[in-house]
């Protein structure tokens, strides 16, 4: 059967439909099934861990001279640049002949976190994707609309994938780490996945792990699988990882979906200690969470024949507490969704 013309965009460089031959640089999770469940309130904030003694492991503020990519010559990292946003412009999306995003455009504000709210299949998560490139790793998968971090497309001929997915993170909604490899190399795989030279490779891992929130349950055994943590400390580990190569975005697709409430908080405890330091866009079907942890909101909205689209986006208190649309307005209250 001959797929509809008019559900597919025109042939340019921007519509690709050829498989990435870039893969990820980690395992990859199919999307699956979503969780609705309100893991609970946000607990305190804890505090820096003790100084610590590791025996082999020589940690602490190294120096040494400048190397690209975030790091000196020694693995310290560098004096943060200016914070970067990433922007989408009248994105559109599809699988084979089927649109699932259209006229998407979202300003992700730099140093903040967006969350993006909406129910189950109005492709939020295929949003997120788009925006480290990823989307295209699907062999059917087609774009349209342009994504610029900072002032640079992305999706620009001269943009390498794997450039791009260094440059924008991701954590995925299942903890991926590397079962079989210890702690201190699942971190450190970030680095040697990326390219990156470190002679202070202890210290990258330190602060990695110190920065997700993990360093001070993990210290005395980092050389122990990652595959034995418990679910949320593999999702913080997960996090670590994306932390390592210094990224200038992190994406985050429901990374509490899976967890219990006690993981929960830790997660968005990290995730507020964070912002500020780069810019994250999360995705997530709890409404108590978007308010908790973001700065900025996007509703998307789908039907059976409509792609997904934002129906509203500004800041969160507003959309959940004096939305526009009254559509926002049902679904953060929970009437339908």
């Not at 299949?121 to 949003?127: E, L, N, P, Y």
């Given at each position: ?36 469940a ?16 590791v025996?082999?492991?020589q ?11 975030g ?11 200016p914070?970067?946003?990433i922007?989408?412009?009248d ?7 089927h ?5 998407v455009?979202?300003?992700?504000e ?9 129910p189950s ?7 997120l994707r ?8 699907v ?11 900072g ?18 993170g ?7 780490p590397?079962p ?15 390219g ?37 400390q ?10 390592a ?13 899976a ?30 969470q ?6 900025n ?12 689209y ?17 559509r926002?307005?049902d ?7």
């Open positions: 059967m001959s797929e509809p013309a008019a559900q597919f965009p025109p042939a340019s460089p921007r519509h690709r439909r050829a498989h990435d031959s870039v893969p990820a640089p980690w395992p990859v999770p199919a999307p699956g099934p979503q969780s609705d309100d893991p609970g309130p946000a607990g305190p904030s804890y505090g820096p861990p003790p100084a610590i003694d025996g082999e492991y940690y602490g503020p190294p120096r040494g001279d400048a190397s690209p990519r790091y000196r010559g020694d693995g310290g990292l560098q004096q943060p640049g914070l970067v946003g922007e989408a412009r994105v559109a999306a599809w699988f084979d002949d649109k699932v995003l259209e006229g455009s979202l300003k992700m730099p140093g903040m976190v967006t969350a993006l709210i909406g299949g109005c492709g939020k998560s295929t949003f788009i925006l480290n490139r990823m989307h295209e790793l062999r059917s998968a087609a774009l349209a609309g342009e994504v610029l971090l002032d640079e497309d992305i999706y620009d001929a001269r943009q390498r994938p794997a450039d791009i997915r260094r440059r924008i991701m954590v995925f909604q299942k903890p991926n590397f079989a490899m210890s702690i201190y190399d699942n971190v450190a795989s970030g680095l040697k996945l990326a990156i030279r470190v002679s202070n490779k202890d210290y990258v891992v330190e602060t990695s792990l110190r920065r997700a929130g993990l360093w001070n349950e993990v210290y005395r055994r980092l050389r122990s699988p990652g595959g034995a943590l418990s679910g949320g593999q999702q913080r580990l997960c996090i670590a990882r994306s932390l190569v210094s990224p200038e975005v992190l994406l985050m697709d429901e990374p509490c979906s967890l219990d409430p006690t993981s929960t908080r830790r997660i968005e405890e990290t995730i507020r200690e964070l912002a500020g330091q780069v810019t994250i866009v999360i995705v997530t079907h709890n409404m108590q978007a308010q908790r942890v973001s700065t909101c996007a509703f998307f909205l789908a039907s059976e024949n409509t792609p997904g934002i129906v509203e986006s500004g800041p969160t208190r507003q959309l959940f507490e004096n939305p526009a649309d009254p926002t307005a679904y953060v209250h929970g009437r339908f969704g």
